[in-house]
Nanobody
Framework: QVQLVESGGGLVQSGGSLRLSCAAS????????MGWYRQAPGEQRDLVAM???????TYTDPVKGRFAISRDYAKNTMYLQMNSLKAEDTAVYYC???????????WGQGTQVTVSS
């Protein structure tokens, strides 16, 4: 059973940066997909960015050009570099991993990101 632990959230001013980390048990080089989702109060959980085995990535439009997803295979850790943060980026950010295309996804516990305007 894959386990995921997020870290790196916090309070930052608008225009600032944060880097979120997602440490995984197991070899993430074998994972079909890993991604970041976020959920603001009263809202549904939405995809932010997804990284696929083979190197392709996808981003939701509001974060394109500002956020970057990456994997460190030596550390079995995925990152989300968030730059030019805006108040509307405030949410709980969740790490997600899918070992195989048919596998049920695994979720981390979430990390709070708060951007003050």
């Amino acid at each position: 059973q894959v386990q995921l632990v997020e870290s790196g959230g916090g309070l930052v001013q608008s225009g600032g940066s944060l880097r979120l980390s997602c440490a995984a048990s197991g070899n993430i080089g074998n994972f079909y997909a890993m991604g970041w989702y976020r959920q603001a109060p009263g809202e549904q959980r939405d995809l932010v960015a997804m990284s696929f085995r083979g190197g392709t990535s996808t981003y939701t439009d509001p974060v394109k050009g500002r956020f970057a997803i990456s994997r460190d295979y030596a550390k079995n850790t995925m990152y989300l570099q968030m730059n030019s943060l805006k108040a509307e980026d405030t949410a709980v950010y969740y790490c997600n991993a899918q070992v195989l295309p048919i596998s049920k996804a695994t979720w981390g516990q979430g990390t709070q990101v708060t951007v003050s305007s």
